[in-house]
């Protein structure tokens, strides 16, 4: 086992077996920015050399899992880490029936995609699994832990009440199988550095006040299962094909021991990392120039695009020791669908630890499969790199607008928001939720999306005393999205029921009322019942909420042809 040899070597030794026993692969000079740290130093270089990394799209994760996630015995054959159910990739975009695309990490701890964050966390294959359809519901976003009274139990995945200690302040945690509790923890010590940037909505194992990132609890539990769970060959050849196709490596597999001089038995002892001869300094490296990202036999699959869009992927150019500018050039097949803003890199910002970040976009004019080759070359390199890029062109789809359902399993601060299935296909759904507070009148609007077009339901377990719920839903196909369902609404008292339709909703609640609307729709009176203005409005406007005495109202646009009736608590 690794684990036992390790702590039989001096520190040089042991760096060394762990990079070339747990893979071979390592670019040259990929980890010298580690060199010589220590602490908070040392985790910010993580970030900095693994933020930093190729981004797809979520639609297209299928077609890396056939590759990173695939059996070692048979690779038509899906590894599950969340149950011992036997699947099989289907090939393309489509998908495997009866299974999830998992973020191990909840996207919802930090709010998933958004403009400001993009893809980078969102679609990040280090923390993304293929992952049985009922254990991952089950689990929903709960906190990895050790399960005390399981809820749930396939023989792989138990969900339940935690141990004392654990769980952060969440009812129930996550406990993978004993042979995966490494390979959890060790994604989770890749999270930690990489995102240490995000702002955590859900603090259950993480904190956005301490520089570790994970919480003291967390620490415990994660270093114990990295200890108790070696790095498994499952894990180094997943860390080969992320590389392949993301551009960056989990180093946590990589050099087994890393998250002891961070979180576990090392704290403030410097660490150092010897490369069998080369310079450990990316500043005083004197080496031959050598690419470091992308490597050769890199492919960027950017999935199934409608036409009519265009999508753009991010691929980091790192070099070594580069003495000439690199030269860059599409070329082979379809390469006028594909197109770069530049055809040379700098040796200084391609030598430097961030590297360059070469957009790359794909604007197809016909629908089929597209094919071309990126060539890096010169830089003083021998020889050249070529990344291969795919992508695929449908049809613009055709969504219907979906039907909202009212919630159900509604308790103290729990509730679960349903929808009806959409009839076509459709990649994942958008839930959108507005939470108004009567007694601070504070209003937030916050998306959640689904792993995939399968799900119909979402969890919640964080509706405060006083609080009104409403959500309305969307489904999302190649970058098209429906038009918004109706509104459902759960007031105060727990009550749910369906809202008016677009492109108006007025939302009855305690004291108030709440308006939704997809675009402005300029100026609005409402009148009591014996038919005097209350107020006028000179904008009414999305989100807007307006105090009301308990009473029956009507409500009248500029451009409505008929009022709304309103029922005021």
């Known amino acids: 086992m690794i684990h036992n040899r390790l702590y039989r070597f001096t520190i040089v030794a042991l760096l060394l077996m762990a990079c070339f026993t747990a893979s071979a692969s390592i670019p040259a000079g990929y980890y010298d920015a580690l060199n010589g740290k220590s602490g908070q130093a040392l985790k910010d270089a993580l970030h900095e050399l693994l933020q930093h990394h190729t981004t797809f799209s979520y639609g297209s994760l299928w077609i890396y899992f056939a590759e990173t996630d695939c059996q070692a015995d048979d690779k038509s054959k899906v590894w599950d880490m969340y149950s011992d159910n036997t699947y099989y990739f289907r090939g393309g975009t489509s998908g495997v029936y009866g299974m999830h695309k998992e973020h ?12 400001n964050q993009g893809y980078a966390g969102y679609t990040d294959i280090n923390h993304l699994y293929p992952a049985n359809g009922d254990a991952n519901m089950a ?65 259950y194992m993480l904190n956005n006040s301490s520089w570790k990132t994970l919480n003291e609890w967390s620490i415990d539990l994660l270093c114990r299962w990295a200890r ?7 894990e180094v050849d997943r860390n080969e094909a992320v590389q392949r196709y ?63 869009k265009s999508i753009d992927y991010t691929l980091y150019i790192k070099g070594m020791g580069l003495n000439n500018p690199l030269s860059l050039q599409l070329y082979r097949y379809d390469y006028e669908m594909f197109s770069i803003p530049v055809s040379t890199v700098g040796r200084t910002v391609a030598n430097s630890i961030e590297g360059y970040p070469l957009k790359i976009t794909y604007t197809p004019t016909a629908t089929g499969e597209h094919t071309t080759r990126l060539l890096i070359s010169d830089g003083g390199l021998v020889g050249s790199v070529g990344v291969e890029l795919r ?19 509604i308790h103290d601060n729990i509730y679960v928001a349903n929808w009806r299935a959409a009839d076509e296909q459709v990649d994942y759904y958008i839930l959108t939720r507005t939470v108004y507070n009567k007694t601070t009148g504070a209003t937030r609007t916050e998306t959640f999306t689904t792993d ?18 409403t959500y309305q839903v969307q489904s999302y196909r190649l970058g098209y999205m429906s038009e918004p369902s109706n509104v459902i609404t759960i007031d105060t008292s727990g009550l749910t029921g369906i809202e008016a339709e677009k492109p108006l909703q007025v939302l009855s ?31 009414l406007r999305d989100d807007m909420v307006i105090d009301l005495p308990r009473g029956i109202y009507l409500l009248k646009t500029a451009t409505s042809h008929s009022a709304w009736k309103i029922a005021v608590q």
């Not at 976003?141 to 769980?167: M, W, Y």
């Not at 992508?391 to 399993?409: F, G, H, I, N, Y």
């Open 509 to 539: 609640m305690e004291g108030a009322i709440l308006i939704k609307c997809s675009e402005d729709v300029g100026r609005a009176c409402i009148y009591d019942v014996a038919g005097r203005i209350v107020t006028s409005i000179d904008n």
């Open 104 to 115: 191990s990490l909840p996207k919802s701890w930090w709010g998933g995609y958004d403009e």
């Open 246 to 308: 993301q551009n960056n490596r989990n180093p946590f597999i990589d050099i087994p021991q890393l998250f002891e001089f961070i979180w576990g038995n090392r704290q403030g002892e410097v660490f150092y990392l010897s490369d069998a001869g080369t310079s450990t300094d990316t500043t005083t490296y004197t080496g031959d120039p050598v690419l470091v990202t992308p490597i050769q036999g890199t492919v960027l699959d950017f999935g199934e695009v409608a036409i009519g």
């Open 391 to 409: 992508a695929r062109c449908l049809p613009v789809p055709t969504l219907s607008r979906l039907e909202a359902l009212p919630a159900t399993d």
């Open 228 to 234: 108790n769970d070696a790095v498994s060959d499952k």
């Open 139 to 203: 689990k929903s976003n709960f906190p990895l832990g050790e399960v005390s009274n399981p809820s749930f139990d396939n023989g792989v995945t138990k969900v339940g009440s935690p141990k004392a200690g654990q769980g952060g302040g969440s009812y129930a945690v996550f406990e993978p199988d004993d042979r995966y509790k490494g390979d959890f923890a060790r994604t989770y010590f890749y999270m930690a550095c990489a995102y240490q940037h995000y702002q955590w909505r859900y603090t």
């Open 452 to 469: 995939n077009g399968d799900i119909t339901s979402i969890t919640f377990d964080d509706r405060l005393p006083g609080e009104t719920h």
